[in-house]
């Protein structure tokens, strides 16, 4: 009974240990990190995106590349507002500005030379110290919450105000007012960026000249015409007698000169009458010069004189048998050729080209001894 106890303890015994060797990680690991071991093998965390770049501001305008400088004066204000409200409403003309082909003048040294008065010297002073050529002067005033602004631009050449913007803001904030401000810099910047391109022209030419020329419905001339225009889109018309009128859109820009040359195109009824006269004036001509040169030869003596007559008092005269009797039929002919002329002449004037050059020349026939002869 002791043996088979014996065996069995060996047996039990031999079976741990060999369960011990088989699974040593299972039996020193805790179960939570069995499991995670047991678990699928983890993937690498992804990389986190690199934030984007922040855009550089863009580079004022250097003082080489700009074609004219601007002092902003501080702004003055009649009235009660916040401490610090003047410094805010610079900040806002300033944006309103923006850039150009102007420069701003740093607003410490504009405040070294003028404060918000500045008199005609200080203008001067400022075109002398900082080379202005434009000076911005800003009147705002306060009546509780009604505000009235004014900007003037002045020209430091001679102190004239240029442009100039008057606007109201009733119940309104300092943030209202900004925003108006900013507004109202933004026009005088443009007027500004015409005064220094200079306004936009156009020149209007056309073939043949002398049409009448309209913008925007109306009549400003005749082509050619070349006139200084105001920036932004028109519409051209040009009208000529016995020709089909053009109208174009232009899209004008400061400091651009537009130039249209419109190849005008005869109406189909003009085009009949004027091919008719000349046809009628070419037949007219030879039919007129047939006519003359009949009456020229009316009379003349055709082949030999075989036979002749004594008259009483001696006299022989030779006798022909042939003499020509053109007299009659060359009147009809220069009738008739005469007729083709004018009827030609006519429908030429009918359909010529008022207010071109080639029409300031005058259609004329008048008689040349037996013939006519004619200027165009």
């Known amino acids: 009974m002791a043996r088979p106890v014996r065996q069995a303890i060996t047996i039990g015994v031999a079976a741990l240990l060999a369960w011990a060797q088989a699974v040593p990680s299972v039996a020193a690991a805790?179960?939570?990190?069995a499991a995670e071991e047991a678990a699928e093998p983890a993937t690498e965390p992804a990389a986190e995106p690199e934030p984007e770049p922040e855009p550089e501001?863009?580079?004022e305008p250097a003082k080489g590349e700009v074609s004219s400088r601007l002092a902003i004066l501080p702004v003055a204000i009649d009235g009660t507002v916040d401490e610090g409200a003047d410094e805010r409403l610079l900040a806002n003309l300033r944006k309103g500005f923006g850039r150009g082909s102007f420069g701003l003048i740093d607003q410490g040294a504009v405040a070294g030379v003028a404060g918000a008065s500045c008199d005609a010297a200080c203008v001067s002073a400022l075109r002398g110290r900082e080379r202005a050529d434009y000076v911005l002067r800003t009147k705002i005033k306060v009546d509780d919450r009604d505000y009235i602004v004014e900007l003037d631009l002045l020209s430091t050449s001679d102190a004239d105000v240029v442009a100039s913007s008057n606007e109201r803001c009733d119940l309104c904030g300092l943030a209202e007012v900004g925003q108006l401000l900013e507004a109202q810099a933004?026009?005088?910047?443009r007027k500004l960026e015409d005064l220094i391109k200079g306004p936009p022209v156009l020149v209007v030419e056309t073939n043949p000249a002398g049409a009448m020329v309209f913008i925007d419905n109306e009549l400003v001339g005749t082509?050619?015409?070349e006139r200084t225009m105001v920036e932004g889109e028109h519409r051209v018309k040009v009208m000529l007698d016995n020709y089909v009128s053009d109208e174009r859109?232009?899209?004008l820009v400061s400091g651009v000169r537009e130039s249209l040359d419109l190849q005008l195109k005869r109406t189909p009824t003009?085009?009949?009458?004027r091919n008719a006269g000349w046809a009628?004036?070419?037949v007219g001509i030879p039919v007129l010069i047939g006519g003359v040169a009949m009456v020229a030869i009316d009379g003349s003596e055709?082949?030999?004189c075989d036979s002749s007559v004594t008259r009483l008092d001696g006299t022989v005269v030779p006798v022909c048998e042939n003499i020509l009797v053109t007299k009659w039929g060359g009147a009809a002919a220069i009738t008739g050729g005469a007729a083709l002329i004018a009827v030609g002449v006519s429908l030429l004037m009918r359909t010529r080209t008022k207010g071109a050059k080639a029409a300031k020349k005058e259609a004329r026939i008048y008689p040349t001894g037996l013939g006519v002869a004619g200027r165009f």
């Open 302 to 304: 055709v082949g030999a």
């Open 186 to 189: 933004a026009v005088i910047a």
């Open 270 to 273: 003009a085009a009949k009458l």
């Open 280 to 282: 009628t004036l070419f």
């Open 30 to 33: 805790p179960p939570e990190e």
């Open 249 to 251: 859109e232009v899209n």
């Open 57 to 59: 501001p863009e580079p």
């Open 223 to 225: 082509s050619p015409l």
